[in-house]
């Protein structure tokens, strides 16, 4: 086995009186499609804010490329390649695809204009959102410069995962991302995450979709009462093993990291 | 024994001197002195709520400057019930008997004595003259009807009823504006009686900061030079402003001898209960007025500027 | 139920004999934790805690303070911002905020008044009058915020403006004088009354504020329409959805908030005397009883908070006010210090908040 | 066939420029679990809000029982029996459990007190709500005094869902019940629908997965760019025609209602 | 990819072949909707045309009206106030809202003077001083909001008495006279100074608000910071999660603000020509630039609007004061029209963007 891409040990992360996160290990391998999955409340989205800065740890260590690492902020993680759909999307709706796709990472005009005035290359912005969303084929979008708000909600997904897809250059996570949508809709987005699997870049899926876990995960992380249970194969295993797994009705393979 | 300072603001440098003045013949005399004020000038309620805390605080006697002359006198009664003796300062009450005394400018009397320097000063012009009235706020208190009704009753201009400002029907009035007594007040209403009229060539005002304030919007259209101003006050920097030709004339009055006759008579009500007793002939003790001007006329007494600065306050 | 049905969701199978645990929850018992905890629980406790401490500071630093006769001045001093804050609550506790409550008293006590003296409508005639046309002020506010679906702030800033200046325009400026009402239409300054129980004179004012917070907290606790006026503040679009008439709702807390500026309009004409249209209330009474609501406790985003706490926070206003005169620091510093104390209090509620959550 | 417990005819609604719903007719049978899908923005919610009171059509007509009825806000529908869980759940968030399930519909205290004094008969209300939550075995909620605020997603579901079971005489309306829930919570929810068809009550269910339709439903309307496209018995047809249809794939069976 | 897979989302297959089409759209061509849809693509065109048409009305109604000295007499009036307003225009796009600007403002002009006359550091010195104190005010909101998590209404309420007694309890309530500083240091009253083509004056104050409003238009338009103040008032957490730091932008919003504020606090000088505490800026100057910002369209909740619009709002409050004054109405009616124009522009705007949503 490979050296993991990002690691992390003995993650804990308290709300009040609930431990979100009561020391969680995590690991994913370069190249590979890893979810995650679990029961409502397991902890499954405060692991990975923290692993993409959204929210700073209260204790324990996360690697990237065998480095520690400690993210501030989104946009920390985000400078170092690790980009994220979060559960609530995080969009502003009434700014443009384009502003939403660029927001903390935009281009700025060539020459004076730039450097001194810090003007906006705005045509640069847009040509490169409307070949992301056009090269991903999700969807019909009429004008780049359309807000957000205007968006359906699959729509609306959809450039979220774009933005996530364009940009990752190190590892794409994704929080539920057909979580409101459709059999069309979800069935692109995993499509896009294959797209982006062949470019080699690994992917962490949240789902609570069975089907769909088993269809495109290289392997499953199982986390429980906010840790990791295990993680498994889905060759070696049944969807009814994991489902099992997950809520406490059966014993979880015994795994070097099971709790 | 303990007394009270209401003031209507505790930013007008008139209040400000009337405060030290006080002070220091507080400390003379050996009478613990606090003092209160509105948050702008016509602030009744903030009078009222001070009020009731020196009758809690179980203060002798209060000095008032009242800001709504008519609204804060239920409150004096009862200071006055409570057996406190309250002395009206600079702005008499509404009726001027509510208070056990009044210590004030004859504030017609300096309204009256700008008026009739403006007509004099004017000669012939004054029969065409373009009239700006730079007045207090819209409760008309007191000392605003009495100043602006004795400056046009000096100018000539019939009052119509004569407590009451803004009813004269004189065409040669281009309009009234409030102020609030402070600079910036005076600058904006200076800006829309030019607006209304550009050729207004006399401009009466409440107070010296509101006449600074006029000064500056003439100054802005290049009239400082062709335009009388009159005010009334005759503080330190109002009376260089007369020496600067900024303003016209003013009617110098006196605040320091307000607060600390004010004291005085607190002190004598505290120690056997005597009143002070009124200027004669009048219904208030006056703390008399000075017309200041380097440009004199006949007929109306002055003072020059060099003089008024040796008696002017802050 | 049908043929194909468990094949498709077969891996549920799995779920057969799934724990019951949700997730780990450690109870933390220590002694800070639970009195946060507790101070939780009831929104009033803060700016209680707040008020009992500032007494005891300024009894100590005055000796003219703790007295029954300054303790009845300051509720005196505080009741009309008090019943300002019994509008604003409610209007707060939508999620909404109301600039016009001064501007409603304010016009309301002149219309009292005018209808009596210039138009001869006998006086308690014109206070009726003067009720429901306050009532008719709020309620413009409630219609433009609920039917036009525009931003309360701005709509209130708006009416803020127009009530004040109609109420000049309709006054002619005019000061009806205490002696004249004392006379001809005593009915107009009821609440100026007192009753003297020992020698300490206690306004009729005072006892109506606090028969109206009572009967707001009441109201707001223990009926439906109580709990539906929190819960459109909490959220209007799940209240909509769960069956509230919010629309209705939102008109009626905004008219009655009017009623409540009209009544502290005559409460007005009994604690000053008399009728003026320039009285201060009308330019800071909005600012007054914001300030009451907030260091009370009372979220402005609307749904939490009680009017106990309002009238805690109107009394530590009353209190700082009267103490620091009787202390005799400058004015000026007064104010500075009611600034640090909204902030101090709206600091140590979200510490709460933060903390115990 | 007996008359249909709800009927709508010709249905229109319209956002902007968005025509939500397209002259679109709706039959809900007594008894019955009828399933409601469709793409992403095809007008399902819109469709129940417009039964439930909660929006008010541009045009169309709504029969209850064989009475046209016209509903002005959902607490009009609630009086005629019609219960509706919205994708938003519609609780408040600081009130209690008891107060948001009787939001609208509170017990008075017996006597002067609730009449005239109109007070609350917060007793009883918490009795109620207690049951009403052990009865259907949902939850393990201590305190039902707790804001729903402090509850998980899926204890909130649960009490939404709960709420409509309880007290929806005619009809329950479900949308998207199981969106954002897990296996565990799903499977609940799904038992709680045939427990309360099982008393006789009809549901309209909306919902995005396929296998949880075809096993619950009696019927499903399939719902296609604001209209309904056709209705279809689980059993005559495979969840692979049912996509097929509601995405526009294949031809609809040519039922009466068919565009 | 795995064995399971395919089959069990087996029924997909029925995806193939499924049509493109999601929602359909009426395009309504009709002139109305067009206009409409214009008006909701440029937020200041409402604004604009009130602007525009009340220019007209007044010039009919008054012959004073349309002359270029009341043109640029209007222009000088709103100088303050607009540049406050763009203070309030950038806190208000982060759905914030600033009480204290006019505090600030005057406090920053009483520090340039005291520092220049009382401490006697010369005037340019004085003036860097008074903005990087200004700045500092503005800082201390930021902080209170950003780190402190408490809402701006109450942190801006609350340091808006602070700052203001600060200022009385600073200056002692001197005022320094105009000619005074035209003396020995008119650097302070730079602002005042003027250009006078053809004879009609315009102040060097009225360049300066006009350059700051283009620069902010541009920053806000054109940089990414300024994208940034929209995705903070649009949806705060969204923002942080893509990546903006939120705390530091809401700590620089407000910190440029304090400098916005302090600039008008210099300007201040050179318009009234004295230095006064008692400049009622420091009552009136947030709700002046609040009402310049709502009528200019821009949204209370954030995030939407352009201080363009600000700048029009301005300039049809002081178009109206000034019209309505040389009409000859009662300044009472000025205030009362005022009113009604706030909640009118923002009914057209709602109005707008409901039709066209
Ligand atoms: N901001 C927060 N404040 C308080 N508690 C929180 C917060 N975020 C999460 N929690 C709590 O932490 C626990 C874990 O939440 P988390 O969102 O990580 O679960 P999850 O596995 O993603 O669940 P789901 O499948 O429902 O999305 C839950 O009990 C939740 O209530
Ligand atoms: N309040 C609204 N304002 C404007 N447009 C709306 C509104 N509600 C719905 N729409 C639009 O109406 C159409 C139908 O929406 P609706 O919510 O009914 O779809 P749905 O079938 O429930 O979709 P989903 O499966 O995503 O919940 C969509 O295009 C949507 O954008
Ligand atoms: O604001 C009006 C007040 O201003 C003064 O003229 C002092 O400047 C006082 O005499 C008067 O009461
Ligand atoms: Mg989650
Ligand atoms: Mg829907």
């Known amino acids: 086995m490979t050296e993991p891409i990002l690691k992390a040990r003995n993650l804990v992360k308290r709300y ?55 993210f501030a902020s989104p946009l920390d993680a985000r400078a170092h390649g690790i980009e994220c759909v979060y559960q609530t999307l995080a969009m502003s709706p009434a700014l443009s695809i384009a502003d939403n796709m660029f927001m903390g990472r935009e281009l700025r005009k060539p020459g004076i204009m730039g450097s001194l005035f810090r003007k906006l290359d705005r045509p640069a ?52 991302p057909t979580a409101a949508l459709g059999v069309k809709e979800s069935r692109r987005v995993l499509e896009l995450i294959r797209d982006v699997r062949s470019r080699g870049i690994p992917i962490i899926l949240i789902s609570h979709n069975m089907p769909h876990v088993f269809e495109v995960a290289d392997r499953i992380h199982i986390h429980r009462l906010g840790k990791r249970l295990c993680v498994i194969r889905p060759d070696d295993y049944t969807m009814s093993d994991a489902v099992a797994f997950m809520t406490g009705a059966k014993e979880a393979p015994g795994e070097p990291m099971a709790a | 024994d303990s007394a009270c300072l209401i003031t209507k603001t505790d930013t007008n440098p008139f209040f400000v001197k009337m405060k030290e003045g006080a002070e220091a013949k507080a400390a003379e005399l050996g009478i613990e002195l606090k003092s209160y004020a509105g948050r702008i000038d016509g602030d009744n309620e903030s009078q009222v709520a001070a009020i009731e805390a020196c009758i809690a605080d179980g203060a002798k006697g209060i000095l008032l400057t009242p800001s709504d002359t008519s609204a804060i006198v239920d409150s004096v009664k009862a200071a006055r019930d409570a057996g406190i003796l309250v002395i009206a300062l600079d702005t008499p009450l509404d009726p001027i008997d509510a208070a056990d005394a009044t210590f004030a400018t004859d504030n ?13 000063t004017m000669g012939d012009a004054a029969a065409n003259a373009r009239i700006g009235l730079l007045d207090l706020a819209i409760s008309q208190p007191s000392v605003d009807v009495l100043r602006d009704q004795g400056f046009l009753q000096g100018f000539g201009v019939d009052l119509g009823d004569p407590n009451k400002w803004g009813d004269e029907t004189d065409p040669r009035i281009v309009g009234h504006e409030v ?125 020059d500027a060099t003089k008024g600065a040796e008696l002017c306050w802050g | 139920m049908t043929s194909n049905g468990n094949t498709a969701a077969g891996f549920e199978e799995g779920l057969q004999g799934a724990s019951e645990k949700v997730a780990e929850f450690h109870d933390d018992k220590s002694l800070l934790k639970r009195v946060q905890h507790w101070l939780h629980q009831t929104p009033s406790a803060v700016p209680m805690i707040v008020l009992a401490v500032s007494v005891v500071v300024f009894a100590i630093l005055s000796e003219n303070f703790f007295r029954a006769t300054t303790m009845s001045t300051i509720l005196q001093q505080i009741a009309i911002v008090g019943i300002l804050g019994c509008a604003q609550t409610l209007v707060i506790l939508t999620a909404g905020i109301d600039l016009s409550v001064g501007a409603i008293a304010v016009f309301s006590s002149v219309l009292m008044g005018q209808l009596t003296f210039r138009y001869g409508i006998p006086a308690p005639m014109a206070i009726v009058l003067g009720l429901a046309l306050g009532t008719a002020m709020g309620a413009i506010n409630g219609l433009l915020i609920s039917r036009l679906k525009l931003p309360p702030f701005i709509v209130t800033l708006g009416t803020w403006q127009i009530y004040l200046s109609a109420n000049f325009i309709f006054s002619a400026n005019e000061t009806i004088r205490s002696q004249d009402i004392a006379e001809s239409a005593p009915a107009l300054q009821f609440w100026g009354n007192a009753v003297q129980p020992g020698g300490v004179k206690i306004l009729f004012a005072v006892f109506l504020m606090i028969a109206l917070v009572a009967i707001m907290s009441y109201v707001l606790r223990h009926t439906a329409w109580g709990r539906h006026v929190y819960a459109v503040g909490d959220d209007a679009e799940a209240a909509q959805l769960s069956g509230v008439r919010t629309d209705r709702m939102i008109l009626q807390v905004y008219a009655l908030a009017g009623l409540f500026c009209a009544i502290a309009g005559w409460v007005m004409i009994g604690r000053f005397g008399s009728v003026s ?81």
Chains 1, 4 share one sequence.
């Open chain 1, 125 to 176: 912005m847009e040509k490169f959102a409307r070949e992301k969303l056009n090269e991903l084929g999700l969807m019909t979008i009429q004008n780049i410069n359309q807000a957000v708000e205007t968006l359906s909600g699959g729509q609306r997904q959809g450039v979220a995962v774009a933005r996530a897809a364009a940009f990752g250059s190190k590892v794409v996570i994704l929080d539920e």
């Open chain 1, 16 to 70: 009040g009186k609930v431990t979100a996160l009561d020391h969680c290990d995590f690991e994913l391998m370069p190249g590979e499609i890893l979810a995650v999955i679990g029961d409502n409340g397991a902890g499954k989205s405060s692991l990975i804010k923290a692993l993409s800065g959204a929210v700073q740890p209260d204790g324990g260590e996360i690697w990237l490329d065998g480095k520690k690492v400690e």
């Open chain 2, 108 to 120: 017609f009397q300096a309204g009256l004595l700008i008026g009739e320097w403006a007509k004099a």
């Open chain 2, 179 to 303: 102020t609030a007594g402070n600079e910036e007040g005076g600058l904006t209403a200076m800006e829309a009686l030019l607006a209304k009229d550009p050729d207004i060539n006399v401009v009466y005002t409440i107070n010296e900061p509101a006449a600074a304030g006029a000064y500056e919007a003439l100054k802005a259209v290049g009239k400082e030079g062709s335009t009388l101003i009159v005010s009334v006050d005759g503080g330190c920097p109002g009376v260089k402003n007369v020496a600067g030709g900024v303003i016209g004339a003013t009617s110098q009055q006196y605040p320091l001898l307000m607060a600390s006759k004010g004291i005085e008579a607190i002190a004598a009500f505290a120690k056997d209960g005597t009143k002070p007793a009124p200027t004669e002939g009048k219904n208030f003790f006056d703390t008399g007025v000075t017309l200041i001007t380097d440009k004199p006329v006949d007929g109306v007494e002055s003072i």
């Open chain 3, 277 to 357: 249209p320039t009285a201060s209330t009308g330019q800071l009474g909005n600012i007054q009883s914001i300030t009451a609501v907030v260091i009370g406790g009372i979220s402005l985003f609307g749904g939490r908070g009680s009017i106990v706490g309002m009238f805690f926070g109107a009394l530590i206003v009353g209190v700082f006010e009267m103490g620091l005169r009787l202390v005799g620091t400058d004015p000026q510093w007064t104010f500075f210090l009611i600034g640090v104390l909204i902030i101090f209090a709206v600091a140590v509620d979200q510490w709460i908040r933060k903390v115990s959550s």
